[in-house]
């Protein structure tokens, strides 16, 4: 079996004048869940529309588990989707819901209603009508909606927006719920990059239109434990000393602050060294980089190309 479960190439969309979308490429293997990163309007949704088939693509190619999109609905029959909100009645009740939604994917039966609303946790909302949930009850009917033919794909636009911290939980193990039990494959956006990187096992980050960076959990995790941050009260100093020293490499940031880039240094042995050598050593500490803080520092090297190229 093929192990790319999406496949986009060189996908380009424009609206107009504006270039929404340029040359595209990203890959999602079958069992990833893929977090979808990027500043309001770089692209996300446009991205997600084009994938099932909401929106007509212009120029590339997108493979859906196997088969181009645009070509037929056996791909988008396998897939499930949230894009910009849940499209459920508001007039209509939960399980009339997913009643309509079950008539339109050609199942019959009630096992897989049940199965739906008890797998979201909807049990005793299923008389209700959709307009007198609450949002995070809204989100998982969505969800029940999206997931009810079992898809092997699931697409979800911002499927947490909105969410209190406990609805924001209980999203994230209904997602690895479904990932690890179904093995259904996921891409998902979000702007809380604290959570998308706490469900997603690889990332790709979209920057005005463009896939500037796609990495996994495992990439990031190595780019983002950036080593011993050193606290001094003469940096340019501590920097010679650690030099003679061979231990590196490191990063002068300030006239108080060395970063040594390495996870294989000791603490102990860098603080004794510096203050054998006359420096004051008054913090070393472990640093952790977040998705967060590797996401921002790449948009700053972003604004900086930007610039230079407008140049
Ligand atoms: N139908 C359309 N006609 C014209 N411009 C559009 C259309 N759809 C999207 N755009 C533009 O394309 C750009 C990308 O929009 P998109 O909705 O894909 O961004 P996004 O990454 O999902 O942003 P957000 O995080 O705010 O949801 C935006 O500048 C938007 O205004």
Do not use: W
């Not at 339109?104 to 307009?131: N, W």
């Amino acid at each position: 079996m093929d192990s790319i479960a999406l496949d986009i190439r060189d996908v380009s969309k424009r609206f107009g004048k504006f270039q929404a979308l340029s040359h595209v490429n990203l890959a999602v293997r079958r069992g990833d869940i893929y977090g979808l990163i990027g500043e309001n309007g770089a692209g996300k949704t446009t991205l997600m529309r084009l994938i099932t088939a909401l929106s007509p693509l212009q120029s590339g190619s997108i493979s859906l588990l196997g088969e181009p999109v645009g070509s037929g609905q056996r791909a988008l029959s396998r897939t499930g989707a949230i894009i910009e909100s849940p499209a459920a009645f508001s007039k209509l009740s939960v399980e009339e819901n997913l009643k309509l939604c079950a008539i339109q994917h050609g199942l019959s039966g009630s096992s897989d209603i049940e199965e739906a609303i008890s797998f979201v946790g909807l049990e005793a909302k299923r008389k209700a009508k959709a307009k007198h949930l609450s949002l995070g009850q809204r989100q998982r009917l969505g969800l029940a909606m999206a997931i009810l033919h079992h898809p092997d794909f699931l697409i979800l636009d911002e499927p947490i927006n909105g969410l209190d911290p406990t609805g924001i939980m209980e999203f994230r193990r209904l997602l690895q719920e479904l990932n690890e039990r179904r093995q259904t494959t996921i891409l998902i956006s979000s702007h809380i990059l604290s959570e998308l990187y706490q469900v997603s096992t690889r990332f790709g980050i979209i920057h005005k239109g463009r896939v500037v960076q796609e990495l996994t959990r495992a990439e990031l995790d190595a780019a983002n434990r950036s080593g011993l941050l050193v606290e001094v009260d003469q940096a340019p100093l501590a920097a010679q000393i650690l030099d003679q020293a061979g231990i590196g490499p490191f990063d002068v940031n300030d006239d108080h602050h060395l970063l040594i880039r390495s996870q294989e240094v000791d603490p102990a042995q860098v603080n004794v060294l510096l203050v054998r050598g006359g420096v004051m050593v008054s913090d070393v500490s472990r640093q952790e980089g977040s998705l967060e803080q590797y996401y921002l520092n790449l948009m700053a090297q972003q604004q900086v190309m930007d610039e230079e190229g407008q140049r």
